[in-house]
């Protein structure tokens, strides 16, 4: 990796020599799993805060709200073709999928993407004239997903219809985005600021959509849209490598780099200048018959961060004053970590002298936090909250993805078998320090988590290497609560089908 065209190719993307250097050491040595101590759960790791706590605490966001500056952050760039992906196989002839997709043909009059593939359909009406109804069926599908008709297996999930209401209104993922945003996210002069991250191949598709829809939103709900984009960076891309770890070359002789999955949008959240910063996915957004908890729900997560922020930066202030600090409000602060943010020291701790608690103490304190909510687990695939051992031999609340663990550990095992809730990516974060100041987010990822996969460029197979994930690794330095959320509040649509669900439907029982 030496030769010019190397170093051009690096220049190009603005990655540097040493990040390519640490890259092909973790290939070498490999990613080591996390080290479980046990299941988050309600008794020991998750609030479940009671109707009165939620309601104290949704008072305090409110309180608060207008005199902060709130970021919605949306990852918004992934495309619907997974969505869409047992459609495809039906379409090139696997009927082993035909007992799924022929009751979604049967319901299409139930989504909301309905009328532009009905007035579609009218459109080229001689091109369904005289079919059987299994050609008819594929036909339709073909209309509904391919580039000559709605092309839905080829755009990203924001741009899709995916609820519909009366009078003819339907929304995007992307429409419901604002909509959440102005009835959760308003903070000053009644301004919602909301970020999507869009693929750049999409941007003019986001940005055509925005002017169409921003001031009927605007003036329906009575608040100022702040919209920006941003796009994953060249530069978080990572070197794939052969089976022998050696840098992938293509068939011209090019280093090979790839998309390193959601951990590379660590970089585009740091770049957000914000006192509170939601993050949500694009996929996870409910009917207006639930907004009204999913709305409860945010603010109630807000108001969690807030409290618990307020005294870790009262804790700060008083390491500053030097009349403050001593024995008791170390042993305070000790209590503080073990009991409300179920953290334990390293063992160090103990034999440390008062000047290097006082350094362990701020440096514990001082760092970004987070409130995840939590759901009950109902069998969803991903994340979940754990109590992990930590390098320096601490232990803290994580969320964990089962490719990260160790599954033949006994101890993870267990933990694994007692997990009750699941991570539905729904957080909110505070991103600035006790002075005021934006915390540097980068600082705060544990770099020896992250993913590799075995994957093929040009018949060739290859290993390719993901980055911390942006909920995972990347936030593994923060201070984190986990809190109990209604299950309504996650409704994510991972097949076309899901669309098909309650929490999607104009109607109950739909």
């Known amino acids: 990796m030496q030769s010019t065209l190397d170093l051009e190719l690096l220049n190009e993307r603005g990655i540097k020599k040493e990040q390519i250097l640490a890259q092909l050491n973790q290939f070498k040595k490999g990613i080591a799993p996390v080290k479980i101590e046990k299941a988050a759960s309600e008794r020991y790791g998750i609030l479940k805060l009671t109707s009165e706590e939620g309601e ?43 007992l799924e997709i022929i009751p979604l043909v049967d319901r299409l009059k139930d989504f909301a993407f309905y009328r532009d593939l009905e007035k579609f359909i009218k459109e080229k009406a001689k091109l369904f004239e005289g079919l059987d109804k299994k050609t008819e069926n594929a036909k339709i599908l073909e209309a509904l997903v391919g580039e000559e008709g709605l092309s839905y297996g080829s755009l990203p999930k924001g741009l899709l219809k995916f609820h519909k209401y009366a009078e003819k209104e339907t929304r995007t993922a992307f429409e419901e985005h604002l909509v959440e945003g102005a009835l959760y996210a308003q903070g000053a002069d009644q301004k919602v600021h909301v970020h999507f991250t869009v693929s750049p191949e999409h941007q003019m598709e986001f940005d055509k959509l925005l002017a169409e829809v921003k001031k ?13 984009f941003s796009q994953q960076k ?23 780099f790839r ?47 807030l409290e618990y922020q307020d005294t870790i930066f009262s804790y700060l202030d008083r390491l500053d004053d030097e009349k403050e600090v001593h024995e008791g409000l170390i042993s305070e602060i000790g209590s503080f970590y073990q009991n409300k943010l179920f953290t334990e020291f390293s063992q160090e701790y103990l034999s440390m002298t008062k000047s290097q608690k ?10 970004p936090i987070r409130v995840c909510g939590m759901v009950l687990n109902e069998g969803e695939p991903g994340g979940g909250p754990f109590l992990v051992r930590n390098a320096d031999n601490s232990v803290s609340l994580q969320v964990v993805e089962t490719a990260q663990m160790d599954k033949t550990d006994p101890k993870t095992k267990e933990a694994l078998g007692n ?8 957080l909110v974060c505070g991103v600035k320090n006790y002075k005021g100041e934006k915390f540097n ?13 075995i994957k093929s460029k040009e018949g060739v197979k290859l290993k390719a290497l993901e980055l911390p994930g942006l909920w995972n690794g990347a936030m593994a330095d923060w201070n984190t609560i986990f809190v109990e959320v209604p299950a309504v509040t996650f409704s994510p649509v991972k097949e076309v089908s899901d669309l098909l669900r309650d929490a999607h439907q104009e109607k109950k029982g739909k």
Not at 216 to 221: A, L, Q
Not at 419 to 426: K, L, Q, R, S
């Open 419 to 426: 997990a009750t809730h699941f991570n539905p990516v729904d």
């Open 441 to 453: 987010l980068l600082k705060y990822r544990d770099p020896d988590t992250g993913f590799i996969s």
């Open 216 to 228: 009927y939103y605007e003036d329906k709900y009575k608040v100022l849209f702040e919209v920006d």
């Open 56 to 98: 104290d605490y949704s008072v305090q966001s409110a309180e608060k709200f207008p005199g902060i500056k709130i970021v919605k952050f949306v990852p918004a760039s992934g495309a619907a073709s997974r969505m869409f992906k047992k459609v495809f196989q039906y379409l090139k002839g696997d009927e082993s999928v035909a």
């Open 234 to 256: 060249c530069s978080t891309d990572t070197i794939a490598v052969n089976l022998n770890n050696e840098p992938f070359r293509t068939s011209d002789g090019k280093l090979l």
């Open 358 to 367: 006082l350094d362990y103490l701020r440096s514990k304190l001082n760092r």
């Open 259 to 305: 998309p390193s999955g959601h951990g590379a949008l660590l970089e585009n959240l740091n770049d957000i200048d914000a006192d509170l910063i939601f993050i949500k996915n694009i996929d996870n957004v409910q009917h207006d018959r639930f907004k009204d908890e999913v709305q409860r729900s945010k603010k109630v997560i807000a108001g969690v961060l």
